[in-house]
């Protein structure tokens, strides 16, 4: 693709993942985004023959897989070298890590929120997609690196996929819904709070005796 087709299809891409954040899937119409892009509909169709339903597979996969490549760097440089000694200042610095993309793409979130609400009207090829290429891969990756804190008896966990699931519902689950998915930041404070009680709380369950 040329470079200024790549940059028209990348305005269209993100003006789409505006209107769809804002209005939803069902009532966001071509013509809205072709207004928040500063395209025409033609141009809008040249790349998206399809229309709005192949746009919006579009804003929805290439979004999961700008928060999961974040997700995948924060298990790299945060579970990489735990050590028992240090392994609840790590987890929390973990958790941090994986929090940040929900206020770095913002945008993308204001999608997955009008996408869980309109579940009914969204065509279930798209919520698939969004599962497979954003949180079932980030999910695989944590339980993976789970794993090897088990085997490396740095946890006790029979289901090390089950015990990171556990510390994401103690951490993340609590701010996604007390933020509304980022709609309301928490502070820097609350969050911090979050975190560091939900880690205590896991590792109550999880650390070696």
Known sequence: MRQGMAEKRAAIVRGARKVFGRDGYTRTSIDSIAKEAVVSTRTIYNHFPDGKAQLFRAVVVEGSE?????????????????????????????VRAWVAPLHRFSDHFAVVRQ???????????????????????????????????????????DDPARAARHLLLLTVAEIDDRS??????????????????????????YAPR
């Not at 050590?83 to 200042?89: I, Y």
């Not at 309301?184 to 880690?199: K, N, Q, R, W």
């Open 180 to 205: 509304f998915h980022g709609a309301l930041p928490l502070s820097e404070e609350a969050e911090g709070t979050i975190i560091e009680s939900g880690v205590r709380a896991f590792l109550q369950g």
């Open 115 to 157: 996408m869980r609400v309109e579940s009914a009207h969204v065509p279930e090829e798209f919520l698939t997609a969004w599962r497979r290429s954003g949180p079932q891969r980030a999910a695989e990756a944590v339980a993976e690196r789970f794993e090897r804190l088990a085997a490396d008896g740095l946890l006790t966990a």
């Open 66 to 94: 700008t928060v999961v490549e974040a997700r995948l760097d924060a298990i790299d440089r945060r579970l990489h070298k735990v050590t028992a000694a240090d392994l609840e200042q790590d987890l929390v610095e973990f």
